[in-house]
Structure formats: structure tokens, C-alpha cells
């Protein structure tokens, strides 16, 4: 079996309040086609090491090559070949089942006809047919996952990466993932890295378990060879009705004729005994523990399970045991305790494929985001248009009462054009700066980094479809200044050409406040102080012509003034201003937004 994973020495840290070693020299090889499994307790570093076996967080130290590739010097070239299923909540949720499929699939570089064929094959083999035209956020928690998998799934990838495949999931499912992987590792030769604190069901799937705890790998190897370590011992299953507990007396009648291991649920122990005194362990179950309400016990040989609860009083700086299964006669030479890996090819990083391919491909990925997105936005449109038409409504009558000079037809036009100028800020910078803080901080973005798309596309869907979410914050004063004060609006270039712009220009800025600031609590007041100082200075802010010089100078360089202008000039028929010079500044503004962002976004989630 030839290597698809070397893993050598790799250790991983978070600082945060104090050092974390999430994943402490880790040593180890996966052969292609084989089912890995990675186990340990809560915190134990699984996570850490799957992320970055995806490229996603960047190791402290050591090296990780996957199918040859260098993950750190081609992150790229791996997404290519991995089906992720993460941990946390996906992306895609507002999408029904079918598309969400499809889109994955396209995202990932399938073409349209092999995308569609596969999604009705995995539709099938994973019995979502019935709910197919579901949205998934509608579905249920183990419905979900189960369209993650399908989704992980998507392109036919070399390499599986499956955290917790199973949780939520019923045991009819949970069965159904497990035959799914067993045939894509045994039929298609996928390799399958999976981690799962399903132990017992895991046993039956994979080929070799690595143990992990405190960040290191305790033990490894396959269940067969974990469980012989465990000696030749029988193993007996012990339920107390009711989940009760064992008394000390009866802890100490079993403890006489064996190991006692409390099990992993309630009323559930395990007693590891040698064969010769099995006779006696079931003598006192079953007569000197008479009084105990002893609901079923059950006599079998040892489990992974049980391998894994052994493990639990070992000291976690136990070393690893030799891990190669690419050299085993290396291996068997080696010093107890040193992982011995075959050496390994790299393969360097592909040369860059032509421009034409590079722009088909960004162009798929940006339709397939861009539809994706545009969804979510037309969730939340109707509220947009209603904020939009209330803020100027709002401001009107209240400065029209605090002011006794705002009454005049061209201060209201400045009010006016400032409000929607104020609920294109609300809706351009907070959502977007909202929304980038959150895929940042939730499992969003682990999502779109794992998948083979650019990251100039993922930003522009981003940004392109904000456009239309608040550009009915741009359109719907102009009908209320209409409505309410009868006011003509003329149809402008600066209306038609410099308000869109403005959004755009927005959204980028938008985009890089959310990228700089991580913490969605600090955005929130960020943008809501900022939109506080915009609505105190907006009769200032609207007429630049009335500004000191350098103040107009700083004013033209904040979208939100021509956003003003454009407004008041279409609102008051005066069409003044430098319109090349207007729109060369905005298009500057939305580059160098998405260029910063483009460049501050990590594009790793650590
Ligand atoms: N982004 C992070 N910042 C700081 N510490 C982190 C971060 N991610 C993980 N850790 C820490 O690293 C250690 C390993 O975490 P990890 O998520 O890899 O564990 P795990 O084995 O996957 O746990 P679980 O089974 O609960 O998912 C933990 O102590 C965790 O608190």
C-alpha cells in the first residue's frame, strides 16, 4: 500500500490567555485506500489535525504531505483532491438539498452533466430523494448531516476528511455512512480520514486507529492489533438497571477477579478479566452481587472500545508507537518507540494552468457563489426596502421638529439623501462587516476554504450580491422625498452610474472592516457608531459646497457623500458635479477595498 498522508513531526499552538499545544510532534502515515480512524476525549487535538491536513490552519511546525502535494507550499493542490466534511455548520444551508449538491459539485470543478448525474446518484444511495426540494436549514439536525456527507462527498474525491460524520445521526444512517465509506475506500480506493467518538462503530470500518490524547498519539494500529495488546482477556458488559451505580462492596467483588472500567453511559461498566477466571467473574455477577438490580450483563472479547478506555489511565506521554504502514520492515528495525516513515515525493506545485482556464474557472466559481448568496440576500431583501423607506421617513419628521431651520425644501433634500445615504452605511458596511466577522468566527469560511475556489470570486459574490441587497436603501427615499414633498427626481447619470457605485464602493469597505476586526461584538459598534456620527453630521456632510476646503476634500473621498450628492442633484434637478472624476474615485475606492480585503483575509481560518 503506498502512502497517501505522511505526516512528520507535526505540532501545532494556539496562544491565546496561555499556550496551547493542540498537537504535539506527530509522526504518522495514512496508505492510500485505507480507512483511518482518529480517536480521543473532548479537546484531545482531532480537529486541529484534520484542519490541517486540508491546509486550513498553518502548523507551528512540522510537514504534511497529502498524495505527494506539500500542504503547506501547495494548499491549493489539495483542496483539488479532499472532500471535507467539518465539524461545525456548513455554508449552504439556504439552498434545497438537490442544489446544494449540485452547486458543491461545480464549485469543486466538476463539469454540469458529471455534477448533475452524481447528485441524482447520491441523492439516491443516501435516501434523500423525499427531500430533495427541501431547503436544508429546514431539515433536521441528522438530515443535515447527512446532505453534508452527501456534499463531502461531491467530485468523486481521493481523500475523504470526515469530522464526526456520524453525530446526530439514527442508527439506520449511521449504518448507511458506514457502508457508503467502506465501498468508497474498497470499489474506489478513496482514502478516508475519519475522526469519530463512535468507537464501537467504527470498529467495523476502519483499517487502522490512531488514539490521541493531550494533543499526541497514544497508540496505533489496526483494531485487531490494539485489541491483542490488551492481552488475552474476556471482557464482560455490565448494565445496572436504571443507570444505578455499584456500590464500593460490589466494585470490590468484581475488582477481586479483574480490571473494573466504569463505561460510557450510565449504569454501564466493563470488566477485562483472563480467560481462567471468567467462572468466577460470572459466579459473582451472578450470585454475590444478588442484591444489585443487574438489568443484562453479556460475556465477549474485547472491543476497540475497550482499547479506548484503557487508554484513559495511561499517562499521555506515553510514546508513539511506530506508525509507518508504508515501511513496515523500516518499522520493525527501528528502536521501540520511533515512527519510521518511508521517504517521501513531493510533487512540485502544477505549473499555472492557462489564463483561459483560470477565468473559466474563477467564472464557475463566481456564478455558483453568486447564486448561492443571492439566495440568502433575497431572504432578507424585504426588510431592507422597509428599513430604507422608514430611516429617511423617520429622519423627516424628527429634524423637521428639532430644527427651525431645516424647513426649507433644500435642507429636506439634504435630509433626505443623507437618510438613505445613512441606510446604504446600515446595510453596506454592517452586514458585510457582520458577515465576514461571522464566517470568520462560525464554520462558514472553514467551508468555502476547503473547497477548490479563488479567492478573488468568493469576495466578489460576496460583494456583488450585497449590491442588491442595499441598493433598495438608495431607491426607496427618493420615492418617500416624492411622495412626501412632491419632489421630481431626475434621472441622472449621477443617479443611474454614481449611486451603484457608491454600494459597491461600499460593500469593499464593508468587506475590509470585517476582515480586520475578527470580533462580531466589536463590529456591531463599530457600525453602529459609525452610523450614529453619520446621522449627527449629515446636514454637513450633504451640501460639500458649503464645507471649508480641506473638509470637502475628505468629504470626496467617503463614498457616502457622492452616494449624497447624487441623491440631492437628482432630487433637485441640479446637476452640477464632476462626473468622471466622481466615478474614477469610486471605482479606486471598491478596488482598493477588495484588494486590501483580498490580502487581509487570511485565507486559512488560523
Ligand atoms: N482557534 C483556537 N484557539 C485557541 N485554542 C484552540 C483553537 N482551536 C483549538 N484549540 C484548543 O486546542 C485543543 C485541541 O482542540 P481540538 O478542537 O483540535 O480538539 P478535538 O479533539 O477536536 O475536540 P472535540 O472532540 O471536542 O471536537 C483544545 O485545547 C482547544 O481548546
Redesign the pocket.
Known amino acids: 500500500m503506498t502512502d497517501a498522508i505522511t505526516v512528520r513531526n507535526l505540532t501545532r499552538t ?1 496562544r ?1 490567555n496561555q499556550l ?1 499545544l ?1 498537537n504535539d510532534d506527530l509522526t504518522f502515515s495514512v496508505g492510500r485506500g485505507e480507512v483511518f480512524g482518529v480517536l ?1 476525549a ?8 484534520v484542519s490541517q491536513l486540508l491546509g486550513l490552519v498553518r502548523p507551528t511546525s512540522g510537514s504534511i504531505t497529502v498524495e505527494g502535494v506539500d500542504v503547506m507550499a501547495d494548499p491549493d493542490g489539495v483542496k483539488r483532491i479532499t472532500g471535507f466534511l467539518p ?1 461545525t455548520e456548513l455554508a449552504m444551508r439556504e439552498l434545497e438539498v438537490r442544489r446544494a449538491l449540485h452547486y458543491t459539485g461545480r464549485l469543486r470543478g466538476q463539469g454540469e452533466t458529471d455534477a448533475r448525474r452524481q447528485t441524482d446518484e447520491l441523492l439516491d444511495e443516501l435516501g434523500l430523494g423525499p427531500v430533495s426540494g427541501r431547503y436544508v436549514n429546514q431539515l433536521s439536525g441528522g438530515m443535515m448531516r447527512l446532505v453534508n456527507f452527501g456534499m463531502a462527498l461531491m467530485g468523486r474525491p481521493k481523500l475523504l476528511v470526515l469530522d464526526e460524520p456520524t453525530n446526530e445521526l439514527d442508527p439506520h444512517n449511521r449504518r448507511l455512512v458506514w457502508d457508503v465509506l467502506a465501498r468508497r475506500s474498497a470499489a474506489e480506493g478513496a482514502t478516508v480520514v475519519l ?1 469519530t ?1 463512535n468507537v464501537l462503530e467504527a470498529e467495523s470500518v476502519v483499517d487502522r486507529v490512531a488514539v ?1 490524547r493531550q ?1 499526541r498519539i497514544v497508540t496505533l494500529g489496526s483494531p485487531g492489533e490494539l485489541k491483542h495488546r490488551l492481552g488475552d482477556t474476556v471482557r464482560m458488559e455490565l448494565q445496572i438497571r436504571d443507570g444505578g451505580e455499584l456500590g464500593a462492596a460490589e466494585l470490590a467483588l468484581l475488582g477481586a477477579t479483574g480490571t473494573v472500567v466504569p463505561g460510557t453511559r450510565d449504569g454501564r461498566y466493563l470488566v477485562h478479566c483472563a480467560p481462567a477466571r471468567m467462572p468466577e467473574l460470572v459466579t459473582v455477577v451472578t450470585e454475590g452481587m444478588a442484591t444489585m438490580e443487574i438489568e443484562d450483563f453479556r460475556l465477549s472479547r474485547p472491543s476497540l472500545e475497550d482499547v479506548y478506555l484503557n487508554l484513559d489511565d495511561e499517562p499521555a506521554t506515553s510514546a508513539p508507537s511506530p506508525v509507518s504502514s508504508a515501511a513496515p520492515s523500516a518499522a520493525a528495525t527501528a528502536p521501540a518507540g520511533v515512527a519510521v516513515l518511508a521517504p517521501v515525493t513531493t510533487v512540485p506545485p502544477p505549473a499555472r494552468p492557462p489564463l483561459r482556464d483560470r477565468l473559466a474557472r474563477g467564472l464557475t466559481s463566481f456564478k455558483y457563489l453568486w447564486l448561492e448568496q443571492m439566495l440568502e440576500v433575497r431572504s432578507t431583501w424585504w426588510w431592507s426596502l422597509l428599513f430604507g423607506f422608514l430611516m429617511p421617513v423617520a429622519m423627516v419628521f424628527g429634524l423637521t421638529r428639532i430644527g427651525g431651520g431645516l424647513t426649507d425644501q433644500n435642507s429636506l433634500l439634504y435630509i433626505v439623501s443623507g437618510a438613505a445615504v445613512f441606510s446604504v452605511a446600515t446595510e453596506g458596511i454592517a452586514t458585510l462587516a457582520q458577515r465576514v466577522g461571522v464566517v470568520r468566527t462560525s464554520g462558514m469560511l472553514q467551508y468555502y476554504v476547503s473547497l477548490p475556489i479563488s479567492r478573488t470570486a468568493f469576495l466578489s459574490a460576496l460583494v456583488f450580491s450585497r449590491l442588491l441587497l442595499i441598493l433598495p436603501g438608495l431607491v426607496t427615499p427618493i420615492i418617500a422625498a416624492r411622495l412626501m414633498y412632491d419632489a421630481d427626481f431626475v434621472v441622472s447619470p449621477m443617479l443611474l452610474v454614481v449611486l451603484p457605485l457608491t454600494c459597491l464602493a461600499l460593500s469593499a469597505v464593508g468587506l475590509a472592516i470585517g476582515t480586520v476586526v475578527e470580533s462580531m461584538d466589536v463590529i456591531v459598534v463599530i457600525t453602529n457608531l459609525l452610523i450614529f456620527v453619520l446621522l449627527l453630521a449629515a446636514p454637513v456632510l450633504i451640501p460639500p459646497e458649503s464645507l471649508p476646503l480641506p473638509l470637502r476634500l475628505i468629504g470626496y473621498l467617503l463614498p457616502p457623500t457622492y452616494a449624497a450628492e447624487a441623491l440631492r442633484h437628482a432630487l433637485s434637478g441640479d446637476l452640477g458635479g464632476m462626473f468622471l472624476v466622481d466615478v474614477a474615485v469610486l471605482l479606486g475606492m471598491t478596488v482598493l477595498g477588495l484588494a486590501a480585503t483580498s490580502r487581509w483575509i487570511r485565507w486559512r481560518i ?1
Open positions: 494556539y491565546t496551547v493542540a480521543g473532548n479537546g484531545a487535538g482531532k480537529t486541529t489535525l465539524q475522526v467518538h490521541m494533543g488560523a
